[in-house]
């Protein structure tokens, strides 16, 4: 469906993919002056011929590729709805000279959250017990629970959603190791302990992954440092699947929480808790991605840099 308004000089031609009907409403209001382009499915489904479109925006199944960037010969900006953009070919859109963004800073609360409701599940049973009293079984004997309390949890990652951990892991009176290329001034106050890759891998109860998928944490969980995990650790991972090596999703002894698309035969192991790609998905978190991808567009239509600007994926090694 196509927003068409008046036209002028200054008009932007902005198309939308894997667009939701609030979304659709919220930016018709907010970017009115400019001609909008509204898909529900992602490009690669939508486009398939050359478009004029000057701004792009993606979600998560988007893929940007060479193939879909030669059929938009006038874009000069893509923004993904998303705080992860592995889906951005980012060298690519870079050497052609674009500007691309994400969306930083909104799921902090709300994955975190869900990494400790994943985590309590994993501990106390509780989804076992709750299918079986609506079946009328109240037996309860044979799901023994640990507490959290006292705990060592090792979070891998301490952006945003990390820090959040990090505050719930010490309401609940965890000792706390972190692994980070960064370190805030507020990490002291939430008595965190900053530890190499090795020693978090060995020294933690619960393991809690938060860092984004690029080429140095792409098998970050590998075959060779999988063997310093206690074997009765839990493994809660809110991040992309490809951070632990995905072989070991079907091998490791741990019980193992995640969010992750697409991967049905994860759900039928027994120590995997499995869930749609769903951590995000709350009305106030849903609140922010439109509102700072909103900020983002109309940073770069004021000819300004994009306020979440990404640079080009040339990383070092994740220290």
């Known amino acids: 469906m196509v927003y068409t308004t008046k036209r002028k000089e200054d008009v932007m031609k902005i198309a939308f993919f894997e667009i939701k009907e609030d979304e659709k409403d919220f930016f018709n209001v907010q970017l009115q002056g400019h001609e909008l382009f509204f898909f529900e499915k992602t490009i690669q489904e939508v486009l398939s011929k050359s478009e004029t479109y000057e701004i792009i925006s993606v979600f998560v ?14 874009v000069k900006y893509l923004q993904t709805r998303s705080t992860g953009f592995d889906h951005l070919k980012c060298t690519q859109i870079y050497e052609r000279g674009l500007k691309a963004s994400n969306v930083t800073g909104y799921a902090g609360p709300t994955v975190a959250e869900f990494a400790f409701s994943l985590l309590l599940n994993a501990t106390r049973k509780t989804h076992t017990a709750l299918k079986r009293t609506k079946q009328g079984n109240y037996d309860y004997l044979d799901l023994k629970g640990i507490e959290l309390f006292g705990k060592t949890i090792g979070i891998i990652g301490l952006g945003t959603i990390g820090l959040h951990m990090a505050k719930i892991a010490k309401g609940f009176g965890m000792q706390i190791l972190g692994y980070s290329r960064t370190h805030k001034p507020i990490f ?3 008595d965190i302990h900053f530890v190499s890759l ?11 992954l938060a860092v984004p998928l690029s080429p140095s944490t792409q098998n970050l969980i590998n075959l060779t440092n999988s063997k310093l ?4 650790c839990i493994i809660i991972n809110i991040a992309r699947n490809d951070v632990i090596k995905k072989s070991l999703y079907h091998t490791l002894p741990n019980t193992i929480a995640c969010d992750i698309d697409n991967d049905i035969s994860l759900s039928h192991k027994d120590n995997i808790l499995h869930t749609p790609h769903m951590a995000y998905y709350t009305h106030e978190a849903l609140d922010r991605i439109m509102q700072i991808s909103l900020e983002n567009l109309n940073t770069f239509i004021k000819e300004e840099r994009p306020l979440n600007c990404l640079k080009i994926i040339c990383e070092k090694e994740y220290t």
């Open 61 to 74: 199944h988007s893929r940007i590729s060479n193939e879909i960037l030669d059929k938009l010969p006038q």
């Open 188 to 190: 002291r106050t939430l």
């Open 198 to 208: 090795e020693e978090i891998l060995k020294d933690s109860n619960i393991l809690m």
């Open 229 to 232: 995990i206690k074997t009765d």
